[in-house]
T-cell receptor, first 115, second 118 residues
Framework: IAGITQAPTSQILAAGRRMTLRCTQD?????MYWYRQDLGLGLRLIHY???????GKGEVPDGYSVSRANTDDFPLTLASAVPSQTSVYFC??????????????FGPGTRLTVT | AQKVTQAQTEISVVEKEDVTLDCVYE???????LFWYKQPPSGELVFLIR??????QNEISGRYSWNFQKSTSSFNFTITASQVVDSAVYFC???????????????FGTGTRLQVTL
């Protein structure tokens, strides 16, 4: 069982370019999340998805979009990258059908540099 | 709004010393969950423990122990007899239900970097 995979592992991107970060989980978790990690700021939620077909905004959604066409995949798109989006991006999932749980499991991260 | 404060930015200890990582949280929700995650130098985030707001029992898992005190809104993490492999950034996090009713939002502290040397 792979858990959560993210691609690419790292990427250098020119400002203004479009980029999609991929996230796939094989745990059949219904909830998925995207976070960015910046030094001194911890991890901040960008977008989340309650279940396939639904998405919601986190605390730092501007400049990012997501889709959730099926249970397993939750891509994050930067429509026109800017240098402030340089960060490490983590995808996570949780089995929120188990209401006593809520722990989130994280992918290995994507290191994105926007130049 | 939720907030998690990890006042210790960095801690250095010598192997075999005990070390406590502090975590203070703020929330108005009566139902919430507290977590600790470990981020080793390799970068992945490893789930360590979850504690819900109705369970104030302390927990011990090997060399790790957690002290949850609602009266002081704290969820501190102690490593006993630290080892070099414990060197990592440790994050405390708080989870409450999003308004959708099922998905949960994790609010992270800024992390404490623990350096264990020989």
């Amino acid at each position: 069982i792979a858990g959560i995979t993210q691609a690419p592992t790292s990427q250098i991107l020119a400002a203004g370019r479009r980029m999609t970060l991929r996230c796939t989980q094989d745990m059949r978790h219904n909830a998925m999340y995207w976070y960015r990690q910046d030094l001194g700021l911890g991890l901040r939620l960008i977008h989340y998805s309650n279940t396939a077909g639904t998405t919601g905004k986190g605390e730092v959604p501007d400049g990012y979009s997501v889709s959730r066409a099926n249970t397993d995949d939750f891509p994050l798109t930067l429509a026109s990258a800017v240098p402030s989006q340089t960060s490490v991006y983590f995808c996570a999932s949780s089995d929120s059908a188990r209401t006593s749980a809520y722990e989130q499991y994280f992918g290995p991260g994507t290191r994105l540099t926007v130049t | 709004a939720q907030k998690v404060t990890q006042a210790q930015t960095e801690i250095s200890v010598v192997e075999k010393e005990d070390v406590t990582l502090d975590c203070v949280y703020e929330t108005r929700d009566t139902t919430y969950y507290l977590f600790w995650y470990k981020q080793p130098p390799s970068g992945e985030l490893v789930f360590l423990i979850r504690r819900n707001s109705f369970d104030e029992q302390n927990e011990i898992s090997g060399r790790y122990s957690w002290n949850f005190q609602k009266s002081t809104s704290s969820f501190n993490f102690t490593i006993t007899a630290s080892q070099v492999v414990d060197s990592a950034v440790y994050f405390c996090a708080l989870s409450v239900l999003l308004n959708t009713g099922t998905a949960s939002k994790l609010t992270f502290g800024t992390g404490t970097r623990l350096q264990v040397t020989l």
